[in-house]
């Protein structure tokens, strides 16, 4: 496992990787952020930032020792897989560009909305069929070509599939992987964790949901992580209604994870999605001091990264692969929601 370096310090998307915003702005001003109160980096150092690192890395350095668990090791990456001519493609895939956050949320009519469930329906259908695959002796490679084929049979494209040249129709994110795993020939083995990232672009729309599944006999440790994880998720959408701040979205889950002594990752976000893969607004998933209101019939994702240890990334040579620092667990939930009167409404569940 070799890790890019000399990276930029910048916040990024839950799937950007190493692409830098278009925007003018220097990105600590794009997001309100101070870059001084914590090292926010792609680059994602190989040692840890900061004293709550640390501290994470204490709290959990007998667990990670005892550990059986194999390092993940990167596999062989498959040919490039076909979608049909007469799918929609988004525009990322023809411009070849690499892609950022547009700026501007994704508010929408009552089309608009019609559209944002039925993509979002169809990405949690196409993440339950994932998980029912999840076995020891699968392939993450086996994983994306159902999801692929998944996808197109239902005219659908993969978001995921040439984004910013990102090779496959899904992320698989394995163990200590945080986000933006890619698949390849390894296979899976029993105690595993993985967070599934499904994303489809329906007639114009993307829907965008993950979920972390057990591999065969998980221990009780790597089950309660992903259990309070799913339930930062929950805890934060139940708090979003229009006129709330977002930033309440990060203390909610950070409070929350605090209580079970998790780390959470603070260089991925959520974000706006809707026509365009990536919008404002910026979601930060940890306490944070940034302004903005949600809105009435606006779409975002939340999709927290909680740690058993050192929250602190670490980038391979691939450009997109994520894993802590120390090899410690790492589990991901996320939803699409819509901003209703009464609430919020979660478009991606069956």
């Known amino acids: 496992m070799v890790c890019s370096s000399s990276l930029q310090p910048r916040l990024l998307s839950s799937f950007l990787g190493d692409r830098l915003l278009p925007h003018q702005l220097p990105i600590h001003q794009r997001f309100c952020y101070n870059p001084g109160s914590t090292k926010v980096s792609a680059g994602l150092s190989k040692t840890f930032s900061g004293l709550t690192d640390l501290l994470f890395s204490r709290r959990n350095q007998d667990d990670l020792s005892n550990s059986k668990r194999k390092p993940l090791r990167p596999g062989k990456i498959s040919p490039h897989r076909p979608v049909p001519d007469h799918i929609l493609k988004p525009p990322y895939v023809k411009s070849r560009q690499p892609p950022g956050i547009v700026s501007g949320p994704e508010v929408h009519d009552e089309k608009g909305k019609e559209c944002m469930r039925a993509s ?201 692969t994520i894993v802590t620092a120390d090899g410690s667990l790492s589990a991901q939930f996320e939803h699409t929601i819509l901003i209703t009167e009464n609430g919020a409404e979660i478009l991606t569940q069956c």
């Not at 930060?284 to 209101?293: F, V």
């Open 120 to 320: 979002g329906k169809l990405a949690a259908q196409v993440l339950k069929y994932a998980g029912t695959l999840v076995k020891p002796g699968i392939k993450t490679d086996d994983i994306d070509e159902a999801v692929h084929q998944m996808i197109i049979e239902n005219g659908a494209y993969p978001s995921p599939l040439g984004y910013g040249g990102f090779p496959k129709s899904v992320c698989t994110s394995v163990n200590e992987c945080i986000c933006h795993g890619i698949p390849d020939s390894r296979a899976l083995e029993d105690g595993d964790i993985i967070n599934i990232d499904v994303t489809v672009y329906l007639n114009g729309y993307h829907g965008d949901t993950s979920a972390t599944f057990f591999c065969g006999d998980v221990d009780e440790k790597a089950k309660k992580l992903v259990q309070v994880t799913e339930e930062c998720l929950h805890k934060a959408i139940s708090i979003c209604a229009p006129g709330v701040e977002y930033k309440k979205i990060g203390k909610t889950i950070h409070d929350y994870a605090d209580k079970y002594g998790y780390g959470v990752v603070k260089e991925f976000v959520g974000h706006g999605v809707g026509c365009v893969f990536h919008a404002d607004p910026v979601i930060l998933h940890h306490r944070n001091s940034n302004g903005g209101r949600m809105l009435l019939n606006q779409t975002f994702t939340i999709e927290p990264m909680l740690t058993m240890g050192s929250s602190n990334p670490v980038m391979w040579d691939d450009n997109w």
